[in-house]
C-alpha cells in the first residue's frame, strides 16, 4: 500500500513542481518543454489509471501529513476521486496535444504550458484531497490559471474578461471559505470528517455560492461566455474538462459524501440548476459568437450534471458521473473544434459563417458527433448520461423539475444544430478556412472517437462510476 | 434460442453497414454486400420467426440493462422490416449506381436497419431507447446526402425526431419509476392516475413522431424533395411506420392498459383524425410525385394511430393490419416513383404525363398500390380499413365520418397523381422513357402482388401475424375474411365512387388530371388556408421554433440582466463608493488633522464611557 | 548583542562624517551591512558573546529577552533596508544625495531598532520620533514640492500624534512614576477604574493610529508614499509605518495595556480602514497612491487580528499570531509591490498608472513578481498572504466576531479587483507602441523582485514548516 | 517660594510670549528652546527630575530640531513682508501676556483641588548626569540621533530648496 500511497503524491505533485521547470525549459528549447508538458499531464494519467484497480475493489488510499490547527495535507483516492482524475486529466492530455498545434504561432507560449499543467496539477490536488483548506488552495490555483489562461492574448477587452473571471470566482471561492470556516469550527479540524455529519444551513449556503460561481451556475455564470475569448484548447480545458467540473465534483464531495445536507437543500440545488439550464440554453439560442454558444451549452449541461447529484440517488450519481466523463469528451471537441474554425476563418461570429463543410468536412464531422453526444443521441455517451440523470431526478420526486430539464434538453438539440447549420451548411459568405493542422484536426478526432467509444463501451466507465457511487452513498447511509 | 440468433438482425446489418461506408467509388461491390447483409437478415428474420427467446446482459448497471426478446410480434415486425429492405436495396441496385454517395446511403440505411431491428427486439425500455435513439443519426445522414441544401431538411427531421425522442425518454422513465422495472414484458401500468397518463402520453409522442403522425410529420414532405428516394420508401413509409406503431401497439398494449374509458383513447383517436384530414387535404393539392406520396405517409398513420387509440381489438388489429399494409404500397408508390425519377429525369407532375404506355409494370404496380391505399377492395387497404371504419364507429361516428372522409380526398389525389403521371397528354421529353430494369421492377412487383395476397387472402396475415398480438385480449374474435357489415362496405364503395365522379367532373372541367382537384384547392374557404399552409404557417416546426425563440429571448433577458449585475451594478457601486471617498479626500491636510481629532475624540470618549 | 542594533547606526553615522569624509564612499554598503546584520540576529539570536556587549545592553535597559513579535519586526526592517538600499543605488545616481540619504537611513534604522527594542513608553516614543524625523527627511529628500507637501502632511499629523501620546505617557507616568512597561502595566492593574489612565490608553493609541496610518487618522499616508522616492517609499510603506504604528499598537496592547481594553476600538478601526483603504484603492491612477490605500487597507487586516487578540482565548492567541504573520506578509508583499513601482518609475519615469500598458512582455521579472505579489496580497493561495487571512478568518471567526469574518473574507474580492486593475492597466494586456523600447529594469531592482517574489511563494507553500516553527509557539508565546 | 524662583517664572513668561508672538519662524523655534530650558530648571527645582529630562530632551532638543527641518521646507518671507506680519501677529496674540500673567497671580493663589495618586515615585535623583547616563541612556542616544537628523535634513533640504531657487 505504501508505493500506492506515494503513487498518489506523485499524482498530485508531479504536474504542479513539474510545471515550474516548465518555463526554463522553454528557454533552452520550444520542443523539450512540450514534451515535458505532455509527460507531467501523462504522469497524472497514467497514475490514475494505475489507482483504478483499487478503487474497483473498493480500497481508499491515503497520503497524509499533519500540519496542526486542523490544515492537513491529506490526500485521498476514492472510486469518485479516481473516476474525476482519469476524466479530467485524459481529456487534459489530449487539449495538450492538441494546444502544440493551436499555440505554436503566439507569444507567451512558456506561460501558457506552465498555466496549462499548474492548471491540471491544481484539478489532480483539489480532486484527491481529503482536506477543506487543501482542497481550496488547489482550487485557487486552478482560478489563477485560468485567469491567465483567459487573458492569454493580451487583448484590452480579453483580459478585462479575464479578471471578470477571477473576481466572480473568488467571489463565491471566499463565501466557500467562509463556508468552511464555519465547518471547520464545527468540527475542530478542517478534515473532511469519515463518516457523514451534517452541516448548518447558512454553511451549506456558502458553500453553495462557491461551487456554483466555479460551476459557472446561474447566477454566476457569465463570466464563462465572456471567457471565451481565451485561446480554444484553453476554453475547452475551462469548459470541457476540468475548470466547471471542480464546483460539480466538490459538490459530490462534500455534500453526498461527506456532508449531510440540511433539508430541502437538495432541492434548491435542483431549482437552481434547472434555472440555469434552462435560462443558458435559451441565451444559446440567440447568441451569434461561436464559442459562447458552446459556453452557453456548458452552463447549460451543468445543471443537469447537478441534476443527477442532486437527485441523490445511485442512478442519479452515477448518471452525473458518466455526464462528467461524455460531456469532457464531447464539450471538449466542440471547443477545439470552435478552435480550428476560428483558426481557419479568424472570426467568431456565426453569421459571418457558412458552407464550411465543403473545406472542413473531418471537423464538421466531429462537431457534429461531439454536438450529438451532447445533446444525448446514441450511441454516444451522453445519452446514458441523460437518460440517468433525468431518470434519477424523476425517481427522487421531482417531477416539475424534470420537465424543466426536458424543454433545456430540448433547446440543447435546437442551439446546438443552429449553429452547425449556420457554420457547416448553406451558402458560403466568403470565409472558407482550410482544414487545421494534422495535430489539431487528430486531437478533435479523437476525442470524438472517445465520444462514441464512452457510449458504446458503456460497461467500464460504468462500472466504475457504479462503484463510486455506491461508495459515496455506502458512505452517506 | 442462441444468443447468435437473438443479436443476428441487429449484428447482420450492423456489420453489413459498417463495411459498406469506406466502400467509395462506384465499384458496384457495396451493392452485392448490402445485399448479401439484407438478404441474410431476412433469413435470420425467419428462421427465428417461431422461436421465442430472451437474451440478457449487463450494460450500464441500475437495471439498466440489455434485454432482448424475440416473440411473435416482434418477430413479425422483423421479418417485415427484413423484406422491405431487402426489396428496397435491390431497388437501390440500380438506381443508386451512379450515385457517389451511395456507400453512406446503403450504410446508413444497413444500420437504420440494424437499429429499427434491436429496438423492435428490445425488452427493456432504455435497451429500446438506445436503438430507438441511434435511428436519430443515420435518418439525418440519409437525408443529408440528397440533393444539395438537404441537410437543412436533415437538420429539421432531427430536431423534430430527437426532440420527440426525448419525450419518449422522460416518459420512460415516469413509467420505469412507476411500474418499478425497465423490463416491459413486465410492465403493466394502469392509466388512471395523471403521473401514469402523462408518462403514456411522453412515451405516445415518441411513438407517433416516429411513425410521422401529425404535429410531428413536417420533415417528411422536405425529405421527400431533398433526400434520395429510396429513403422515402424504407424510413418514413417502411421501418419508421413499423417501429413506431409497434411501439405505440406495445405501450396501449403491454405497457399501459389503455382502455376505452381513459381520457387517453379519444386523445389518440382525435390525433389520428386530424392527422388523417388534414394531411390528406395537404397531399390532394400536391404537384409533385414524391411530395404528394409523402403527405400520404403522414395521412395513413392518422388510421393506424386512430386504430389503435379506439382500444378495441377490432381497432387494434385494424392499426396493426393497416401498418403493415401500408408499408407495402407506401413502399411500392415510392419505388414506383423512383422509377419514374429514374426513367423520366423528373417527378413533378406538370412535366410528367402518359407514361402509363412507357413503363406498363410500373404503372400496373401503381395501380395495385394506389388502389390498396384507398382502400378499394379487394386489396388489402380496403380489409385494413374497414376493420378500422368498424372500430372508429363503435367509438363515436364523427370518427368514422373522418376516416371515410380521409378515404374520399385519398382515392381523389391517386386519381389525380395517376391521370397526371401515367395518362394524359404525353411531354415531347418523354419520348426516350423506357421501362425501368428489372432490379427495380421486381421488388415492385413483389410488393404489388403481396399487396393482393393480403387482401384476397387476408386471413393468412391476420390469423397468423397480426391477431396472434392481442393474445387474450381478442376475447375469441375472428377478424380474417370479409367484413362484417356490409353497410359498411356499400358506404365505402359509394364514397370510392364519389371521388371518381369528383375527379371525372374535375378533370373534365379544367381538361387536365393534374387540376382535377382544382375546385377543391380554389374553394372559397380552403384557399386562404391552402396560401397559408403552402407558406409553412401551420408548420408545427415552424411554431415550435417561434416558441423556442420566445422562451430563449425571455432567457436572454434573464441572463443579460444578471450580467448587468456583474459588470453595471456591482462595478458601479463600488465606484460610487470610491468616488464619494475620493471626494472627502481633498488633500488639505487641516482636514485630515480634523479627521485625527475627531477620530481621537471619538476613541477617548469610548474608552472613558 | 541587540543593543549593537541601536549603537551600531549611530556609530556608523558618526564615522561617515568624519571630517574629510575619508569613509564617505562607504555609505551604502555600511547601511547595507547593517541591516544584513539585522537579519542575520532575527533569524538567529546568539547568547551573550560578548560579556562587554552584555553590559552595555543592561546599561541601556534592553535585558528583557527578546520575543518573536520583534524577531519579525526586526527582520522585517533587515529585509526592507536591504531592499530600499539597492532601489536607492538603482534610482539616486548623484553621490552627494546617495550619501546624504543613506545618512538618514542610518537614523531611521537606528529608530525603528529603537522602536523595537525599548520596554519603555516614554524611550518607544522618543526612538518614534527619531523614525519620524527621519521619515521627513527621506520623504522631502527629493526636493521637489510634491515631496515637501508629502513630508509637510505626515509632519503636521505626526505632530498631533506627539501631542497625544506625550499627554497619554504624562498621565500613565502620573500613576506609575516611571515609563518603564511593567511598571505602567503595574498601575494600570492597580487602577483600572480610573478615568485619567482610560484617557490615557485612548490617546496614546491614538496617537500610534495616526503614525500607522488608520482610517480616520489616515490622511497624510498617501501623500507621503506617493510623493517619496521610489526607495523612500519602499521603506516607508514597508516597514516604517509598520514599526512606527503598529508594532508599538502590538507592543502597548501586548506588553502594557492588555489588548481586551481597547479591543473593540482596534476591530472598529480595521474593519473601517479595510473597506475605506480598498474602495479608495479603486480608483487610483497613480499606482503609488493605490498602494498606499492598499496599505491602509492591509493595516486594518492587521488590527483587526490585534483587536481579535483582545477577545482572549485560543480563538485570540490564534488572532494575534495570525496578525503578526500578516504584518510579515504585509511588510514582504508591500514592499515588493513599491519595488515593482520602483522599476517601473525607473523604465517610464512615472507611476501614472494611465500612460502604462502591456508591460508584461517587456518587464518579465517585474511583471511576474508583482502579479504574485498581487495575488498574495488579495488572498489567493496558495501564496503567503492567504494563510495569514485564512488563520485572521479562523479566528475572528471562533472568537464570535462573525460580522468582522465575513467583512474581512469578502473586502478580499475589493483587494483583488484593484489589484488586478493594477496588472491589467500595466502588466497584463497589449503593449502600448511607447513602451515598446522599455527594458527590465536594472539589476539590483530585479535581484529584490525575484527574492521577495521567492519569499512570498516559499512562505505560501511551506506553510507547514513556518507553522510549525514559527506562528504555533508564536501563538503560545504571549 | 525664593527670588530665583520669581526670576525663572518671570523669564518664562516673557521668553514664551516671544515664541509666540514672532513672527520669524526660527526666533520663535530659539524661544521654545529656551523656554523649555527655563522650565527644566523649574523642574529641577520642584524636585522632579525625571520631568526634567523629558522636558529637556523633548521641547529643548527634540521639538526644535524637528521644527528646525520643518522650518527649512518652507518659503523664506521676503523683507517687506516681514513687519505686516509682526503687526498681525501682535493684534492676534496680545491678550496671551496678560493672560499668562493673570493665571500664575490666580494659580499661585488658589491652587487646583485635583487629586492625585500618591505616587510612591522614583527616589529623587538630583545629579542631572547620573541621570542622564544612569536611567535613561537609550533616551540621550535618541536625541543624538535626532539632533543629527535635524543636521541632515537642514543641509539635504536646505540647500535643495537653495539651488532651486537659484
Same mark, same amino acid.
Given at each position: ?477 | ?609 | ?30 547601511? $547595507? ?9 532575527? /533569524? ?27 524577531? /519579525? ?83 503636521? *499629523? ?50 500610534? *493610529? ?13 501623500? $507621503? ?209 511607447? *513602451? ?43 | ?166
Amino acid at each position: 500500500m505504501r508505493s500506492q500511497n506515494l503513487l498518489l503524491l506523485v499524482i498530485v505533485l508531479a504536474p504542479v513542481l513539474g510545471s515550474l521547470l516548465l518555463p526554463l525549459t522553454g528557454a533552452v528549447s520550444a520542443r523539450l518543454r512540450n514534451a515535458l508538458a505532455i509527460l507531467l499531464v501523462l504522469a497524472a494519467v497514467v497514475g490514475s489509471a494505475l489507482l483504478v484497480p483499487d478503487a474497483m475493489a473498493g480500497r481508499t488510499q491515503t497520503f497524509r501529513a499533519d500540519f496542526g490547527l486542523g490544515i492537513n495535507f491529506a490526500l485521498k483516492a476514492d472510486a469518485l476521486a479516481v473516476f474525476m482524475a482519469l476524466a479530467s486529466s485524459l481529456i487534459s492530455a489530449i487539449i495538450l496535444i492538441y494546444s502544440t498545434g493551436y499555440i505554436a504561432h503566439y507569444a507567451n507560449q512558456n506561460e501558457y504550458y506552465l498555466m496549462v499543467v499548474l492548471f491540471l496539477g491544481a484539478m489532480m490536488g483539489l480532486v484527491y484531497s481529503a482536506n477543506l483548506i487543501l482542497l481550496y488552495v488547489f482550487w485557487e490555483i486552478t482560478a489563477i490559471c485560468s485567469w491567465r489562461l483567459i487573458g492569454f492574448f493580451r487583448e484590452p477587452m480579453q483580459v478585462l474578461r479575464a479578471d471578470k473571471a477571477f473576481l466572480v470566482t473568488v467571489f463565491g471561492a471566499l463565501a466557500m471559505l467562509l463556508g468552511f470556516v464555519m465547518l471547520g469550527s464545527q468540527q475542530g479540524s478542517f478534515d473532511m470528517p469519515s463518516a457523514p455529519i451534517s452541516v448548518a444551513l447558512p454553511a451549506a449556503i456558502l458553500i453553495l455560492l462557491g461551487i456554483l460561481s466555479k460551476s459557472a451556475t446561474l447566477p454566476f455564470h457569465t463570466w464563462l461566455p465572456d471567457a471565451g475569448v481565451a485561446p480554444s484548447p484553453v476554453t475547452a480545458l475551462l469548459h470541457a474538462a476540468v475548470l466547471v467540473k471542480i464546483g460539480v465534483y466538490v459538490y459530490a464531495r462534500l455534500f453526498v459524501v461527506s456532508y449531510i445536507p440540511p433539508e430541502g437543500f437538495a432541492t434548491l440545488v435542483m431549482a437552481v440548476a434547472a434555472t440555469s439550464a434552462l435560462v443558458s440554453a435559451g441565451a444559446a439560442l440567440l447568441e451569434h459568437d461561436m464559442k459562447r454558444i458552446i459556453a452557453y451549452s456548458t452552463i447549460s449541461q451543468i445543471g443537469f450534471i447537478f441534476l443527477g447529484l442532486a437527485a441523490g440517488n445511485e442512478l442519479g450519481l452515477a448518471g452525473a458521473l458518466i455526464y462528467i466523463l461524455a460531456h469532457g469528451f464531447a464539450k471538449g471537441g466542440l471547443f477545439l473544434c470552435a478552435g480550428i474554425i476560428e483558426h481557419g476563418t479568424h472570426t467568431k461570429d456565426i453569421r459571418q459563417m457558412g458552407g464550411l463543410l465543403k473545406t472542413m468536412p473531418v471537423t464538421a464531422i466531429v462537431f457534429l458527433f461531439c454536438a450529438f453526444s451532447v445533446m444525448g443521441v446514441p450511441p454516444l455517451g451522453g445519452f446514458f448520461g441523460k437518460y440517468m440523470v433525468i431518470s434519477a431526478a424523476i425517481n427522487s420526486g421531482h417531477l416539475v423539475l424534470g420537465l424543466v430539464f426536458l424543454l433545456g434538453a430540448f433547446l440543447t438539440v435546437l442551439y446546438l444544430l443552429r449553429l452547425f447549420n449556420m457554420v457547416f451548411l448553406g451558402e458560403s459568405r466568403g470565409l472558407a478556412g482550410p482544414e487545421g493542422t494534422p495535430v489539431m484536426v487528430g486531437s478533435v478526432v479523437v476525442l470524438a472517437a472517445l465520444a462514441l467509444a464512452s457510449g458504446l463501451a458503456i460497461y467500464w466507465p460504468a462500472l466504475l462510476a457504479n462503484q463510486a457511487a455506491s461508495q459515496m452513498l455506502g458512505i452517506a447511509r | 434460442m442462441s444468443a447468435i440468433m437473438m443479436w443476428a438482425p441487429i449484428l447482420i446489418p450492423l456489420a453489413g453497414g459498417l463495411l459498406v461506408l469506406p466502400m467509395r467509388g462506384k465499384s458496384g461491390l457495396r451493392e452485392i454486400v448490402a445485399l448479401l447483409a439484407t438478404l441474410a437478415n431476412l433469413v435470420v428474420a425467419i428462421a427465428n420467426f417461431n422461436s421465442v427467446g430472451t437474451w440478457t446482459g449487463q450494460w450500464v448497471g441500475h437495471g439498466l440493462d440489455i434485454v432482448l426478446l424475440n416473440y411473435q410480434f416482434s418477430a413479425f415486425i422483423l421479418a417485415a422490416a427484413a423484406s422491405f429492405a431487402l426489396l428496397v436495396c435491390l431497388f437501390c441496385f440500380r438506381f443508386m449506381r451512379e450515385k457517389t454517395s451511395a456507400n453512406q446511403f446503403f450504410a446508413y440505411m444497413l444500420i437504420s436497419l440494424a437499429m429499427v431491428d434491436g429496438a423492435v427486439l428490445a425488452d427493456h425500455l432504455v435497451t429500446l431507447l438506445f436503438f430507438w435513439e441511434g435511428l436519430l443519426i443515420t435518418l439525418m445522414g440519409m437525408i443529408a446526402i440528397g440533393r444539395p441544401g438537404a441537410f437543412k431538411t436533415a437538420v429539421k427531421a432531427f430536431v423534430i425526431v430527437g426532440i420527440s425522442d426525448l419525450c419518449l425518454m422522460f416518459g420512460m422513465a415516469m413509467a420505469g419509476l412507476a411500474s418499478g422495472t425497465l423490463v416491459m414484458s413486465k410492465m403493466h401500468l394502469p392509466v388512471t392516475d395523471a403521473f401514469n397518463a402523462l408518462a403514456f402520453v411522453l412515451m405516445m409522442i415518441g411513438a407517433i413522431a416516429k411513425a410521422g403522425s401529425m404535429p410531428f410529420h413536417s420533415w417528411i414532405p422536405d425529405a421527400a424533395v431533398d433526400a434520395p428516394l429510396p429513403f422515402m420508401a424504407i424510413l418514413p413509409a417502411s421501418l419508421e411506420k413499423l417501429a413506431g406503431i409497434y411501439l405505440l401497439s406495445r405501450i396501449s398494449l403491454d405497457l399501459f392498459q389503455l382502455t376505452p374509458e381513459s381520457w387517453l383513447s379519444p386523445l389518440l383517436m382525435i390525433i389520428g383524425a386530424v392527422t388523417i384530414l388534414l394531411a390528406v387535404m395537404m397531399a390532394l393539392i400536391q404537384k409533385d410525385y414524391k411530395k404528394l406520396l409523402s403527405y400520404h405517409a403522414i395521412s395513413q398513420v392518422g388510421y393506424m394511430v386512430l386504430g389503435i387509440g379506439t382500444a378495441l381489438p377490432v381497432g387494434i388489429i385494424g392499426g396493426i393490419f393497416h401498418m403493415i399494409n401500408h408499408a407495402m404500397y407506401k413502399s411500392c408508390l415510392f419505388l414506383t416513383g423512383g422509377a419514374v425519377e429514374k426513367q423520366a429525369g423528373t417527378t413533378d407532375l406538370a412535366k410528367l404525363g402518359g407514361l402509363a404506355r412507357k413503363m406498363p409494370i410500373t404503372f400496373a404496380c401503381f395501380f395495385v398500390a394506389a388502389c390498396s391505399i384507398s382502400g378499394v377492395p379487394p386489396f388489402n387497404g380496403f380489409f385494413s380499413k374497414e376493420l378500422l371504419y368498424d372500430a372508429a364507429l363503435d367509438r363515436h361516428f364523427i370518427f368514422y365520418i373522418a376516416a371515410l372522409g380521409g378515404s374520399f380526398l385519398t382515392a381523389a389525389s391517386f386519381l389525380k397523381l395517376g391521370h397526371a403521371a401515367y395518362f394524359g397528354k404525353r411531354s415531347s421529353e418523354h419520348d426516350n422513357v423506357r421501362e425501368a430494369p428489372i432490379t427495380m421492377l421486381l421488388p415492385m412487383l413483389v410488393i404489388a402482388a403481396a399487396c393482393i395476397f393480403f387482401g384476397v387472402h387476408n386471413s393468412w396475415p391476420l390469423r397468423n401475424l397480426i391477431q396472434p398480438v392481442l393474445g387474450a385480449r381478442l376475447e375469441g374474435h375472428d377478424f380474417a375474411g370479409w367484413p362484417h357489415s356490409m353497410r359498411l362496405v356499400w358506404l365505402t364503395v359509394a364514397v370510392l365512387a364519389g371521388a371518381i365522379m369528383n375527379h371525372i367532373a374535375g378533370a373534365t372541367v379544367y381538361g387536365s388530371g393534374i387540376n382535377a382537384v382544382d375546385h377543391i384547392h380554389y374553394a372559397p374557404l380552403l384557399k386562404p388556408i391552402y396560401e397559408q399552409a403552402e407558406r409553412r404557417a401551420f408548420d408545427p416546426y415552424e411554431i415550435m421554433l417561434d416558441v423556442a425563440a420566445f422562451i430563449a429571448r425571455g432567457a436572454w433577458s434573464v441572463d443579460r440582466a444578471i450580467d448587468w449585475v456583474y459588470n453595471r451594478l456591482a462595478v458601479g457601486a463600488a465606484m460610487l463608493g470610491s468616488t464619494f471617498l475620493k471626494l472627502l479626500h481633498t488633500g488639505d491636510y487641516a482636514l485630515y488633522v480634523a479627521w485625527a481629532l475627531a477620530g481621537a475624540a471619538i476613541v477617548v470618549w469610548y474608552m472613558v464611557s | 548583542m541587540r543593543s549593537l542594533l541601536i549603537l551600531l547606526p549611530l556609530a556608523g553615522l558618526i564615522l561617515l562624517n568624519l571630517p574629510g569624509g575619508l569613509l564617505a564612499g562607504l555609505a551604502l554598503p555600511a547601511v $547595507a551591512a547593517l541591516a544584513i546584520f539585522e537579519i542575520v540576529l532575527a /533569524v538567529y539570536l546568539p547568547t551573550a558573546a560578548f560579556p562587554a556587549l552584555e553590559q552595555v545592553q543592561q546599561l541601556l535597559h534592553l535585558s528583557t529577552p527578546l520575543d518573536s513579535l520583534a524577531r /519579525v519586526l526586526l527582520l522585517s526592517i533587515g529585509i526592507v533596508m536591504l531592499a530600499s538600499l539597492l532601489v536607492l543605488h538603482a534610482t539616486v545616481k548623484a553621490q552627494r544625495r546617495r550619501f546624504n540619504v543613506a545618512n538618514v537611513l542610518l537614523i531611521s534604522l537606528m529608530g525603528m531598532n529603537g522602536v523595537v527594542l525599548v520596554h519603555d513608553l516614554f524611550s518607544l516614543y522618543v526612538f518614534l520620533e527619531v523614525t519620524s524625523v527621519a521619515s521627513f527627511v527621506l520623504i522631502a529628500s527629493s526636493g521637489e514640492d510634491t515631496g515637501l507637501e508629502g513630508a509637510f502632511k505626515y509632519l503636521v *499629523l505626526s505632530a498631533v500624534a506627539t501631542v497625544l501620546m506625550l499627554s497619554g505617557v504624562a498621565m500613565m507616568f502620573l500613576f506609575a512614576g516611571s515609563t518603564d512597561f511593567s511598571a505602567v502595566a503595574a498601575a494600570l492593574q492597580n487602577n483600572s477604574g480610573q478615568l485619567l489612565l482610560k484617557i490615557a490608553i485612548g490617546t496614546f493609541g491614538c496617537g500610534l *493610529l495616526i503614525k500607522g496610518g488608520l482610517v480616520p487618522f489616515h490622511g497624510w499616508l498617501p501623500d $507621503a508614499y506617493q510623493s517619496a522616492p521610489a526607495a523612500i517609499s519602499v521603506l516607508l510603506a514597508g516597514v516604517v509605518t509598520k514599526v512606527s504604528g503598529i508594532y508599538a499598537l502590538f507592543r502597548l496592547g501586548i506588553s502594557v495595556v492588555g489588548l481586551q481594553t481597547f479591543s473593540p476600538v482596534l476591530l472598529a478601526v480595521g474593519a473601517l480602514s479595510m473597506v475605506v483603504g480598498a474602495l479608495l484603492a479603486l480608483r487610483q491612477n497613480s499606482l503609488k497612491r493605490l498602494l498606499a490605500y492598499s496599505s491602509v487597507s492591509q493595516v486594518g487586516y492587521i488590527v483587526l487580528g490585534l483587536g481579535c487578540a483582545g477577545m482572549g482565548g485560543p480563538a485570540g492567541k490564534l488572532g494575534l499570531a495570525a496578525a503578526i504573520f500578516h504584518l510579515f506578509n504585509h511588510t514582504i508583499f508591500k514592499t515588493l509591490l513599491f519595488v515593482n513601482s520602483a522599476a517601473l518609475e525607473q523604465r517610464t519615469g512615472t507611476s501614472d498608472m494611465s500612460v502604462m500598458g502591456g508591460l508584461g512582455s517587456r518587464m518579465p521579472i517585474t511583471s511576474t513578481s508583482s502579479a504574485i505579489a498581487a495575488l498574495s496580497i488579495a488572498g489567493i493561495p496558495p501564496l503567503s498572504g492567504f494563510w495569514s487571512k485564512l488563520l485572521l478568518i479562523i479566528a475572528l471567526w471562533q472568537a464570535g466576531l462573525y460580522a468582522y469574518a465575513s467583512l474581512a473574507v469578502f473586502v478580499s474580492v475589493l483587494t483583488l479587483a484593484y489589484m488586478l486593475t493594477v496588472q491589467r492597466r500595466v502588466f497584463f494586456g497589449k503593449c502600448r507602441e511607447d *513602451l515598446l523600447s522599455a527594458r527590465e529594469a536594472s539589476g539590483g531592482i530585479v535581484l529584490v523582485e525575484a527574492a521577495l517574489a521567492l519569499v512570498i511563494i516559499g512562505v505560501g507553500v511551506l506553510m507547514p514548516y513556518v507553522m510549525n516553527s514559527f506562528l504555533l509557539p508564536l501563538k503560545g508565546g504571549f | 517660594m525664593n527670588a530665583l524662583d520669581v526670576v525663572l517664572v518671570a523669564a518664562l513668561v516673557v521668553s514664551a510670549t516671544m515664541t509666540v508672538m514672532t513672527a520669524r519662524l526660527l526666533r520663535a523655534v530659539i524661544g521654545l528652546a529656551i523656554t523649555s530650558a527655563i522650565l527644566t530648571m523649574i523642574m529641577f527645582r520642584l524636585a522632579a527630575p525625571i520631568a526634567g529630562v523629558f522636558e529637556l530632551s523633548v521641547c529643548a532638543g527634540l521639538i526644535p530640531a524637528i521644527f528646525i527641518s520643518a522650518i527649512g521646507l518652507t518659503r523664506r518671507l521676503a523683507a517687506e513682508e516681514l513687519p505686516a506680519r509682526q503687526q498681525e501677529r501682535l493684534r492676534r496674540f496680545w491678550p496671551l501676556p496678560v493672560l499668562l500673567v493673570l493665571a500664575i497671580i490666580v494659580l499661585t493663589q488658589w491652587p487646583l483641588p485635583i487629586g492625585l495618586p500618591d505616587s510612591q515615585g522614583p527616589e529623587p535623583v538630583t545629579d542631572l548626569s547620573t541621570l542622564l547616563w544612569n536611567a535613561r541612556p537609550a533616551d540621550l542616544l535618541a536625541q543624538v540621533a535626532l539632533l543629527l537628523g535635524g543636521a541632515f535634513a537642514v543641509v539635504m533640504l536646505v540647500k535643495n530648496v537653495g539651488r532651486e531657487h537659484e
